[in-house]
């Protein structure tokens, strides 16, 4: 039996997935992953002593296993738009059924990584929701290995010719056009709002009973609060904690729309050439629970959308440190898997992450009242029309004043500046005179 792994490091950016990846290292097993009980047998080969799955401690920690012993997420499409799913060997054997490029930089069937500073970002992600295993029960598994994949392909950056807003907004339809049951999107935009493109596209997947899953971002890549699209209302945010369940202080971020928490530290993932690498950030958290949503759906087919999002939040684990419920760090607790498929959960009607439609309502196209309109009633009134004006009497110029203007202007103003010019004439005379006579006078000696 090996005693550890050669795995890349590497960190998933926050904004525009701007990290590339690290020098390789040998991450040694830790005691607790290799004296891990050997679980029930379930139905998929599962090997939890192997090497590699048992770095996994997500699939017992967040009791994935729990829920396998229920489905694989069978018959469940999970969309996830990124830089593109590669091809690694033998990692996604027939689960990517379509792909699109809608960056203008990458292959039509949406399976080449595109960019330059971390093309194999969309492949990690991957291969975290759905990565299938080795058929002996070993190697990397995802959280949903039965589900089927979409791939769409984003550039980040200059790596696009295409405006991203336009092309996150036709990834989502085209996701929801080929039957995506869940959507995935591990990047933030680092801003609340968002373009005017995304109400439109986030409104037809929601309306066509998707869950969206999103990351919210982390602060070593420079996100200090949730930005678009984990604003957006309806998605199901992410946010990230570490291997012992506390809120990662790099891996993560804080905000009000933090619905749930999932691992996001010491995560494992496929590169686009098969490479086994490490990786943190809520980029990883984010298709974990992605692959949860599957489990659920598969589980639960009768199951709208908002009941799927409620079922994961009403069933995740509270947190002692958690100051209320959502948190702004934890959302509504730690992600439990095994309980969101299995529990016992109320339905509810409407989105427990809000409501994007009546957000749209109130901020975008806001209805401007009504206009009062004549009723079937309403005849049309009769009005007189004004008489004519009378003409000028005599005709003369405007220059010269008339009789009018000389007796209620010109007279009066005469008669009160008259009489005031010749008192000012008097003061100044007998000023004068006042003046003259003590110039006559001599000093006293």
């Known amino acids: 039996m090996l005693s550890g792994v050669a795995v890349t490091t590497a960190m998933a950016a926050s904004v525009i997935l701007g990290a590339a990846p690290a020098a390789a290292v040998t991450v040694p097993l830790t005691r607790a992953a290799t004296e891990t009980a050997k679980p029930e047998p379930l139905p998929i080969p599962d090997d939890p002593t192997d090497p590699i799955r048992a770095q996994e401690y997500w699939l017992d920690g967040a ?15 999970i969309a996830v738009i990124d830089t593109g799913i590669g091809k690694p060997p033998g990692v996604f054997d027939r689960a990517v059924t379509d ?55 984003l550039g980040f950056g200059a790596s696009a010719t295409v405006p991203f ?36 596209a986030f409104l037809y997947a929601f309306e066509h009973d998707v869950v ?17 699209p984990a604003t957006i209302p309806g998605v199901l945010t992410v946010g990230g904690v570490d291997p012992t369940g506390v809120a990662s202080r790099g891996a993560s971020t804080q905000g009000i729309t933090i619905g749930i928490s999932a691992p996001s530290e010491s995560l494992l993932g496929y590169s686009a050439s098969g ?36 079922r994961i939040i009403k069933t995740a684990v509270p947190v002692p440190e958690m100051s209320s419920a959502p948190d702004p760090l934890y959302g509504y607790g730690l992600l439990d898997v095994g309980a969101a498929v299995t529990a016992s959960v109320p339905a509810v009607k409407e989105n427990p992450m809000g409501d994007l439609k009546e957000w749209v309502r109130v901020y975008r196209r806001a209805d401007s009242p009504v206009q009062p309109t004549p009723g079937p009633s309403a005849e049309p009134v009769t009005v007189s029309p004004l008489p004519a004006a009378e003409p000028p009497t005599e005709p003369g110029s405007p220059l010269l004043p008339t009789s009018e203007s000389l007796l209620y202007g010109t007279l009066p103003l005469l008669a009160v500046t008259v009489p005031g010019i010749l008192v ?11 003046r003259l006579e003590r110039g006559r006078r001599t000093p006293t000696p």
């Not at 009791?63 to 499409?77: C, I, L, N, Y």
């Not at 069937?109 to 299938?132: E, W, Y």
């Not at 969206?212 to 678009?228: K, L, W």
């Open 63 to 77: 009791k994935v296993r729990d829920a396998w012993r229920v489905t694989r997420g069978e018959g469940v499409t």
């Open 99 to 153: 792909g699109i490029d809608v960056s203008g930089a990458g292959s039509p069937d949406g399976r080449t990584p595109v960019g330059t500073l971390d093309p194999n970002h969309g492949t990690r992600v991957a291969s975290l929701a759905a990565g299938r295993g080795n058929a002996d029960g070993t190697g990397m598994i995802g959280v949903a290995p039965a589900a089927k994949l979409l791939s769409v392909s």
């Open 165 to 200: 807003s336009e092309q996150v907004a036709k990834g989502m339809k085209w996701a929801v056009d080929k039957g995506a049951d869940v959507i995935n999107l591990s990047f933030t935009t680092n801003t609340l709002d968002w373009d005017q493109s995304w109400d439109d």
């Open 212 to 228: 969206v899953v999103v990351a919210a971002g982390n602060r070593g890549s420079g996100t200090s609060i949730v930005g678009a």
């Open 275 to 310: 490479q086994l690498v490490q990786w943190d950030g809520t980029s990883g958290a984010a298709p974990i629970v992605a692959g949860a949503a599957a489990l659920v759906r598969a589980a639960h087919p009768e199951l709208d959308a908002a009941n799927v999002i409620n």
């Open 424 to 434: 000012a004439l008097g003061v100044t005379a007998a000023a004068r005179r006042i």
